[in-house]
Structure formats: C-alpha cells, structure tokens
C-alpha cells in the first residue's frame, strides 16, 4: 500500500510540478520582457550618430569653401593655345587620307570659327557664313575677308551637300585654315607688343 501510494502521490504531484515549472518560466518571461522592449537607448545613439555626420558634413563643406576662395582662379588657357593643340591632334588623325576628307575639313573649319569666336565674340556660333564674315568686317579682322568667305562657303556645302573632295583638296582647305587663325594671331600679338611699348615719347634735347 505504501508503494501504491508513493506512486500515486508521484502521480499525483507530476501535474503540480508541471505547473510550478511554467510558474517560473512565465516570471523569467515577464523579467526579461522589460529589458527586450526597451528600445530608448539605441534610437538616442543613432540619432546622436546622425547629428554627428550632418556636423562633420558641414564642417568639410564650410574647409571646403575657405579653401576655394584662398585658391587664386586658373587662367582660361589662350585661345590660340586651344586652336593650335586642336589642328595638331586633327593632323595626326588624317582624317583625309583615311577616306574622310570632308570630316578633315569639317574639323579644321570648327576650330577655326571657335578662335576666331573667342578673339571676336560678336561672331558666334548663330551666325550664318555669310553673317559671320559680314561681322568680322566691322571688326580689326586682318585677314582676308574673300579667303574666309570662299572657306566657309565650301564647308557649307560638305556639311550639307555632301560635295565630293578628294585628299588633295581638303588638305589644302584645312591649311587655308590654319593660315586664318595664324593671321589673325600675328596681329593679336602684335596689338599687344603696341599696347606695351605704348606712344613714343619726344626726345629731349
């Protein structure tokens, strides 16, 4: 009887330590709980993390600007420079004696037009061929006037027309410009040697 009754009361008391178990599970869960849900201290971090960026950003912007402004401008590089950089890359191309002569010239004559646009600004871009020479006439223009006019007039017609040109040719009409902006360079250069030298002076006797 004493055998029977322990192992009822093992029986018994099974169910009872099965609820004394999930007591003690249920207060970990609920001492945890608190701790999990907690999440105050994290955001304060990441938003303490994000004012410190838009700082930092705001201070190399602001470095960034006193140093632009203590930094002298470059110079834009002299027209000529560009021009003559321009015809020796075009020269080394050959677009012509590869089978694009009109391209050889096209190139030449866009070079051309874009020194002549910075030595006179008034000739730009918009302008008709026959406008852009009417233009550089009312300008210290000390080329001639028919040479540019013929030149344009034939890269009209190549951009346009699709004229035919042999080798031959487009390399003469890509001299012819390079011949323009070397003159009008000529008397750029020597404008500036009057400027310096400035009117002479009468001897004292």
Do not use: C
Not at 46 to 63: C, H, M, P
Not at 125 to 131: A, R, V, Y
Not at 158 to 181: K, N, P, Q, W
Request: net charge positive; aromatic share 6%; no cysteine.
């Amino acid at each position: 009887m004493l055998v029977v009754a322990s192992i009822a009361g093992v029986g018994t008391l099974a169910p009872n330590a099965l609820v004394a178990q999930g007591a003690r599970n249920a207060r970990v869960t609920v001492s945890i709980r608190p701790e999990t849900v907690s999440v105050g201290q994290p955001f304060v971090v990441n938003k303490l993390w994000v004012l410190l960026g838009t700082l930092a950003v705001v201070l190399v912007g602001w470095w960034w600007h006193r140093r632009s402004a203590n930094v002298p401008p470059t110079p834009e590089r002299e027209a000529y420079r560009v021009a003559a950089t321009a015809f020796e890359a075009l020269q080394r191309l050959a677009l012509h004696e590869a089978g694009e002569p009109a391209r050889h010239v096209i190139a030449h004559v866009d070079v051309m037009r874009e020194y002549l646009q910075r030595r006179f600004p008034a000739a730009h871009h918009g302008l008709t061929p026959s406008e852009f020479v009417t233009q550089l006439a009312k300008e210290q223009f000390p080329s001639q006037h028919d040479k540019l006019a013929a030149l344009l007039a034939r890269d009209a017609d190549l951009r346009f027309a699709a004229t035919a040109l042999d080798a031959d040719a487009s390399a003469a009409l890509a001299a012819e410009a390079r011949r323009i902006v070397r003159d009008v360079q000529d008397a750029h250069e020597a404008r500036l040697r009057a400027a310096d030298v400035g009117p002479q002076r009468p001897r004292r006797r």
